[in-house]
């Protein structure tokens, strides 16, 4: 219950903030009709009952109408039957608050024993795991012994612990002699791989007397990887060969050469359908590559095109540019999928590589085709070209929302929550709104979105439908007052802030991330406090949701990164994303920066700066100007 008075609470704080909903019904009857939605939650959280109810009951043609009702069953989910909560969630089919009701409930319902309501309410076996287990529990109190044994055989059985609701699951099922050794081995392997030592240690002390020894023996394999050769000899044969596999994984992740050894021992031995080659070989490549060893190369090398991995083979290329080794390029690039390979990616660093060989004309054609596309590597060939960037804008024309379009619920929902200030429920409607629907219908309601200011939600459905090429809808000129000012105010390119808006949140000033970060350009609240500070200025984490404050904060800690990198932005977008303590280790390895950009240790810091730097390029072109990916003072740097 505190959580949900909590939510209503906050709902509450942002309701009476002003909105312009042009799109929406308005005028005396839907404003009173708002006021009393505001009364009703506040009545709710007040817990006075007889008022909410007397409100709810002139609400019923309102849009949020479904919200109270969310709001009240939630808050009362310790006492609803389950097909009460059942009805609820057919009712509400379409809407978010469906799903996110029946995971409150049936958590509640699981935590009580209430297992007739949990029933009622599941329809079918829950995703969740906690829910899972709840759910097989619930079977095995109402009689259906054998579901819930098979269902705990299936939850028992992973490389990971399981939640504390399972135990309940577990106990009967294990009395019964669940942990056949089968059952334990294949636990032992799979927390042998994700590297859940306790895990390993209980399990041994589960394993019945016909897997003991291999058990423990496996265990010690686990704890000394190195000396393989020694644990596999106490391992009997019939379970030797998936512990050969386990062990050299493990074994790679430390000494990719050592594993690379043991498994040119041991490898040839196994049968050629062995189930664990390909992931035993990936696990050695992948590690080695990680490591950069020279001595593993010419093996990967050998064996790329046979594994057909693209996330191998662009591990070796990137080793490869990093060492302007063209010719070594050129011949492991055809490992590449043929879909990969003619990427504008790989296009543009086969070109670059037949230009180094004399190669010309072939690495021109090659750069020719990437430069037909309107991306980071399109742009890099048209400058390597002197050719004008391929900007394939094809505006739309203006579209119409139809009215039945408008009448829909789920827009209706959207509409009005924006009105009181809920962006991150309008933002789940709106998917449940786009879910469905046709091109053209997509394209109407990204239309709809941009008229009213909810840029985010344009974003959405123009990539929803496909709209690659309608600019104006992808890269809207969100918030563009707020950051001219604050591009004015500290001497940077309002485009350069607003592409790192786009690439952050997608112009959304309610995102929130799973690190925490906040807000249009997501900042993390320690570095809002640690910005404001400088600034002179009170900047709780709250404020970071609000785009005025979120745009001081972010483009002050940006203004910061690129003072301290000399105004290198290339470095200042890749510490904004990694951190600059990182970039800072990340420098000295004397590469050109286009290199130095491929080649950066982590994949989301390399997409990172090469999208914001194209997004830069496509605002700077919506606006008219004359863009460039590159200053010539970082084209020149070495890095």
């Not at 596999?232 to 596999?245: G, K, M, Q, T, V």
């Not at 990182?582 to 491929?598: K, T």
Request: hydrophobic fraction near 45%; charge should be positive.
């Amino acid at each position: 219950m505190p959580r949900i008075v909590a939510r209503i609470a906050l709902l509450l704080a942002v309701a009476a903030a002003p909105a312009d909903a042009s799109l929406l019904p308005d005028g005396p009857a839907v404003q009173a009709q708002r006021a009393a939605y505001r009364d009703a939650l506040s009545a709710l959280q007040g817990g006075e009952m007889a008022t909410f109810e007397q409100l709810r009951r002139r609400l019923d043609d309102y849009p949020l109408a479904l919200y109270l009702d969310y709001f009240r069953l939630t808050r009362e989910r310790r006492f609803v039957p389950g097909a009460r909560a059942a009805r609820f969630v057919e009712r509400s089919a379409g809407s978010p608050v469906g799903n996110r009701f029946l995971d409150a409930y049936l958590h509640q319902a699981g935590r009580d024993g209430r297992w007739d309501d949990f029933l009622a309410a599941a329809t079918a076996r829950p995703r969740d795991v906690t829910l899972q287990c709840y759910y097989h529990r619930a079977q095995l109190a109402t009689g259906q012994r054998d579901a819930a044994f098979a269902g705990a055989a299936r939850l028992w059985v992973h490389g990971y612990s399981r939640p504390k609701a399972c135990d309940a699951l577990f106990a009967p099922w294990l009395a019964a002699g669940g942990a056949t050794a089968d059952r334990v081995w294949s636990r032992l392997g799979l927390a042998f791989e994700a590297r859940q030592g306790s895990l390993v240690r209980y399990l041994v002390s589960l394993s019945p007397p016909a897997l003991e020894a291999d058990a423990k023996a496996l265990a010690r394999l686990y704890r000394e990887p190195q000396r393989l050769e020694h644990h596999l000899d106490a391992i009997s044969p019939a379970r030797r060969d998936e512990a050969l596999h386990w062990g050299l994984r493990r074994l790679a992740r430390y000494h990719p050469l050592r594993a690379l050894d043991a498994w040119r021992a041991r490898g040839p031995a196994l049968p050629a359908d062995d189930p664990g080659r390909a992931g035993t070989e990936w696990r050695i490549a992948f590690q080695a590559l990680l490591a950069k060893e020279s001595a593993a190369a010419p093996w990967i090398d050998d064996n790329l095109a046979a594994w057909g991995d693209d996330q191998l083979t662009a591990m070796r290329l990137r080793w490869l540019l990093a060492e302007a080794d063209w010719p070594r390029l050129l011949a492991v690039a055809p490992a590449l999928t043929a879909a990969e390979r003619e990427a504008a990616q790989w296009r543009y660093w086969r070109g670059v590589a037949h230009e180094a060989i004399g190669e010309r004309e072939a690495g021109r054609e090659l750069l020719a085709a990437a430069a037909t596309e309107r991306s980071y590597y399109g742009f890099l060939a048209a400058e390597h070209l002197d050719v004008p960037y391929a900007f394939n804008h094809r505006p739309l024309p203006p579209l119409a929302a139809p009215p039945e379009l408008l009448a829909k619920p789920g827009l209706r929902r959207v509409g009005e929550l924006h009105v009181h200030g809920e962006a991150r429920d309008a933002h789940a409607e709106w998917r449940g709104v786009l879910l469905g629907e046709d091109r053209d219908t997509r394209l109407s309601l990204a239309a709809l979105a941009a008229a009213e200011g909810w840029y985010h939600l344009a974003i959405d459905a123009a990539n929803e439908a496909a709209a690659h090429d309608a600019l104006e809808l992808r890269f809207p000129l969100a918030y563009r007052d707020v950051f001219t000012a604050r591009a004015q105010a500290l001497g940077v390119p309002e485009t350069e802030l607003m592409a790192i808006a786009r690439r952050e949140s997608a112009f959304f000033p309610a995102a929130h991330s799973s690190a925490g970060a906040r807000g249009l350009m997501q900042v993390l609240p320690a570095t809002g406090r640690q910005v404001a500070s400088r600034l002179g200025v009170v900047a709780p984490a709250a404020a970071l949701y609000r785009v005025e404050d979120n745009v001081l904060i972010g483009s002050a800690y940006y203004r910061q990164l690129l003072e301290r990198y000399g105004d290198n932005r290339v470095l200042a977008l890749a510490a904004y994303n990694a951190g600059p303590n990182r970039v800072d280790n990340w420098r000295g390895r004397d590469l050109p920066l286009e290199a130095w950009i491929e080649t950066l240790p982590f994949r989301e810091t390399r997409d990172y700066v090469k999208a914001v730097l194209a997004y830069r390029v496509l605002f700077d072109y919506l606006q008219g100007g004359a863009p460039s990916l590159f200053r010539p003072a970082e084209r020149a740097a070495r890095y």
